[in-house]
């Protein structure tokens, strides 16, 4: 939650501003990069916004 906290106010906070400011419409992109797969999750399963990078496996494997 340490880590994803800092980047649900950060998204909260520019949508806010965007509205703020008249905006009607915004565009949300990400990349695979944005998790890091998990030896242990299933090679057939689809992954999806449930999918998070483990962070201890990122903390070993760097």
Not at 19 to 41: E, F, M, N, Y
Not at 46 to 59: A, I, L, N, R, S
Request: proline share 6%; net charge neutral.
């Amino acid at each position: 939650r340490e880590l994803l906290e800092p980047a649900i106010q950060g998204t909260l906070n520019v949508l806010k501003a965007a509205k703020a400011s008249g905006v009607k419409r915004v565009v949300v992109t990400s990349s695979i990069s944005a998790i890091v797969p998990s030896p242990g999750w299933p090679a057939d399963v689809v992954k999806g916004e449930d999918c998070w990078t483990d962070v201890e496996y990122c903390k070993q494997n760097g």
